[in-house]
């Protein structure tokens, strides 16, 4: 039985929430794609857990898996499981052997790159977190990373270091005419620091039984019947291969990464569920085009103020605020269509509460013609003009009664909203999340129980 959980937007819509509730019916919780520049955050009873790296379902005791698609950032994964420990949680995370390893010195040249796309005048700068996802995966590709198995074998990291940090160094020095020695980034090209530094993270991880063969610890956990849900970072319209590119992250938040980016058969996932997680609004970090983006006057700006404010619209990584924009579901659809949901969870109905107006972009107009899911290039997404459909709107309530009341009890307009959601991505709504808190879910229907 399994769960794939995957953001339907441009991140941040939610995702951790239904993690963790449906993740208490799972056993194992497998994060697919992505570092720790992805962000969840998980309230139970108040007390909120900010997660990068670990698997969400940590905060419900679940076994956590790091997958081969993943790439993994020692430093913050240790950082968090010990905060978690000292929030009196004991998470059990395993980390695939064959997952890539973040260096300190992609997260030097990360920060470069952003600077000198921010330079260029074709306006390629992406906006990234900065946390050197992209050139671990860049190093993956070409063949030179290190692996979380290279850690504990402290001959082979030697080797794979005294490769490739000499082809950075000549990069930041040669390339972008930067100096290295006596600044901050020294210690980020030594190959003898980093190999003690790193090393030390292989013992920690053998030490505690951590890495795993990602393929075959599955297979087995699920020949003993266990559940297993595989927990998506980012979102689609971000996806490498499905996103706006190259306003995109450096892997594949889309259903069939799930496969890919752990080691299951795509037969595996696609025998179970795939729920695609909605804001009831649109939010982004970053650049990149954004149709519906609400920054036309000062009314738009206003309205976007409000809703930022009201559903706390900031990264959970970077703290930058979001941009706001209308529902877009152009890039519903497409969401849908690139990773077969069979069910949706809208989140964040509650922050729309109270508007005077509210607008979903039905379709696009591009150069004349009318489209309904969004363009393959960002310069054409870029000129596309909404066209929206208006919807009544719906007054605040007691939430929390509403929760514990279901879906029936929802405002009328809020059923109405949802209803033409889930006609136009060919996808029932599986949940509808009025409030941060586990409990603030509507549940409809529960996709282990489907199954």
Not at 32 to 56: C, F, I, M, R, W
Not at 140 to 154: A, E, N, P, Q, Y
Not at 342 to 357: C, I, P, Q, Y
Request: charged letters at 30%; aromatic letters at 6%.
């Amino acid at each position: 039985m399994t769960v794939t959980i995957v953001g339907s937007q441009l991140g941040d819509e939610g995702k951790g929430a239904l993690v963790d509730r449906w993740g208490g019916d799972a056993d194992v919780v497998v994060r697919y794609q992505g570092g720790d520049n992805a962000g969840h955050t998980v309230v139970e009873g108040g007390e909120e857990y900010k997660l990068s790296l670990v698997p969400s379902g940590a905060v419900r005791g679940k076994v956590g898996v790091l997958g081969n698609g993943c790439v993994v950032n020692p430093r913050t994964l240790f950082d968090e499981i010990d905060g978690l420990r000292e929030k009196g949680l004991d998470p059990d995370v395993r980390v695939a052997r064959r997952a890539h390893v973040i260096m300190p010195y992609h997260r030097v040249l990360d920060g470069i790159e952003e600077e000198v796309k921010a330079e260029d005048e074709s306006g390629t700068e992406v906006g990234t977190t900065g946390r050197g996802i992209g050139p671990t995966y860049e190093d993956k590709v070409g063949r030179r990373g290190v692996r979380i198995g290279d850690l504990t074998d402290r001959e082979t990291l030697r080797e794979r270091l005294e490769y490739v940090v000499p082809q950075k160094r000549a990069l930041v020095e040669d390339v972008h005419g930067l100096e290295i020695d006596g600044t901050d980034r020294e210690d980020a090209f030594d190959v003898d620091a980093l190999l003690e530094e790193f090393a030390e993270f292989g013992e920690r991880l053998a030490d505690g039984g951590m890495t795993v063969n990602c393929s075959d610890f599955l297979h087995h956990r699920m020949q003993a019947g266990d559940r297993i849900m595989f927990e998506g970072a980012q979102g689609t319209s971000i996806d490498i291969d499905h996103g706006n590119y190259p306003f995109v992250t450096s892997s594949n938040p889309t259903a069939g990464g799930a496969a890919v980016g752990s080691g299951v058969g795509p037969t595996v996932v696609g025998q179970g569920e795939v729920v695609g997680i909605v804001k009831a609004y649109l939010s982004r970090v970053g650049s990149g085009p954004m149709p519906t983006e609400l920054d036309g006057d000062e009314q738009e700006e206003a309205l976007a103020d409000f809703i930022r404010e009201k559903g706390g619209e900031f990264g959970t990584v970077t703290g930058r605020p979001r941009r706001i924009g209308w529902l877009d579901l152009p890039m519903l659809r497409h969401a849908s269509r690139v990773s077969g949901f069979t069910g949706v969870a809208v989140n964040h109905v509650d922050v729309l509460a109270g508007l005077d107006e509210l607008k979903v972009a039905h379709a696009y107009e591009l150069d004349g013609e009318v489209i309904e899911t969004v363009p393959a290039t960002a310069e054409e997404w870029a000129r596309c003009e909404p066209i929206y459909r208006e919807f009544d709107t719906w007054d605040e309530v007691d939430w929390t009664a509403v929760a514990e009341a279901g879906y029936d009890a929802l405002p009328e307009a809020t059923q109405t909203y949802l209803a033409y959601i889930a006609e136009e991505v060919d996808a029932d709504v599986y949940a509808v999340g009025v409030g941060p808190d586990r409990e603030d879910t509507v549940e409809v229907v529960n996709p282990y129980e489907k199954q």
